[in-house]
């Protein structure tokens, strides 16, 4: 991330406060089902008459990774995208972020590659790894994640049955090389 970390709870704050008045990255809090936040995610580089958007700024504290709410999030936010008529929903991450390539191959997205020396961030070359999901496949990933969310998907001590992985495989035309 460009920014933080931050050295206490005050900082963060005039950081979100600025971030706020901005429209494009769009940030957005996640609540977990207990109704603590546990995190944010952004809409961003958003290009209507390319029909292209991305999601960003994924911060999600280490209770909501990983879970059904952090899952949500993702999904609604490529839900509005598509029926709002874009065509592409983009993640892009720093290359050597490899829990952040795991969650966008697991989330359906399909890997494009590497764009090297992509930029510089806290004075060290950034690679950016993207994926994408298109319109022409959300229908098979909506599905999947409708198939994942659904309560029958877990068991009583909440472990899920299917994995999210597992039901979107299928739908990705590209795997990144660098999970195995």
């Known amino acids: 991330m460009p920014t933080g970390p931050f050295a206490d709870a005050a900082s963060y704050g005039v950081w979100l406060d600025a971030a706020r008045l901005v429209f494009d990255p769009l940030h957005f809090a996640v609540r977990m089902a207990d109704g ?3 995190g944010t995610l952004s809409l961003m580089r958003i ?5 292209s958007i991305e999601t960003g700024w994924l911060t999600f504290a280490p209770r909501l990774q990983r879970t059904r709410e952090a899952t949500e999030a993702v999904y609604r ?16 991450c720093d290359a050597a972020n490899l829990p952040s390539r795991r969650a966008a191959q697991r989330f359906g997205f399909s890997f494009e ?3 090297r020396q992509a930029g510089i961030v806290k004075g060290r070359n950034r690679d950016t790894a993207w994926f994408a999901a298109i319109d022409r496949e959300w229908p ?3 599905s999947a994640y409708e198939i994942w969310l659904d309560p029958a998907n877990f068991d009583a ?3 899920q049955r299917q994995s999210l992985g597992a039901l ?13």
């Open 168 to 180: 979107t495989s299928a739908i990705r035309v590209a795997a990144d090389p660098a999970l195995g």
């Open 140 to 142: 098979a990933l909506k």
């Open 47 to 51: 290009d209507p008459r390319a029909g």
């Open 36 to 38: 603590q936040l546990g």
């Open 77 to 92: 936010m490529m839900e509005w995208a598509f029926e709002a008529g874009y065509r592409r929903f983009e993640w892009k």
């Open 113 to 115: 590659g590497v764009f």
């Open 157 to 159: 001590a909440g472990r």
